[in-house]
């Protein structure tokens, strides 16, 4: 499981680098995104860099991201992950840095020996309260 850990933590680190093709690196060729922008999902080319560079474009300075409360299991060659990540970042022509606290489980396999994220999948609760407002405020 400590490889699993470090795959996850090396990517959040690449990500807060801007290292887009280290961050990609732990991927495999094709994931299956559902990320917090629309749409509902997509695949994600990871030989590509692009889509990943346009995002952190939108930043003063890539993103920090922070995972928490790693939870990993594993059978044989498939693992899945959850956490509690967070972003804190300030996006261009904006004065005001934030922090957004949201879930996360990530698809593993293990392929040609390396474990590699398969599937990607985050996701910020709602209010209940018919507003349906993403609920950002959250803190874990």
Known sequence: MQDIREVIEERAARLSEGDVKGFLSRSAPEVLTFDLAPPLGKRVDSSDPGPLEQWLAGFEAPPRRRVTQLEITVDGDVAFATSYDSMSGRPKGTTDDFTLWY???????????????????????????GSFLAATGLEP
Do not use: A
């Open 103 to 129: 879930r996360v489980t990530l698809g593993l396999r293990r392929i040609d020996g390396r474990w590699l994220v398969t599937h990607e999948h985050e996701s910020v609760p709602f209010l209940m309260d």
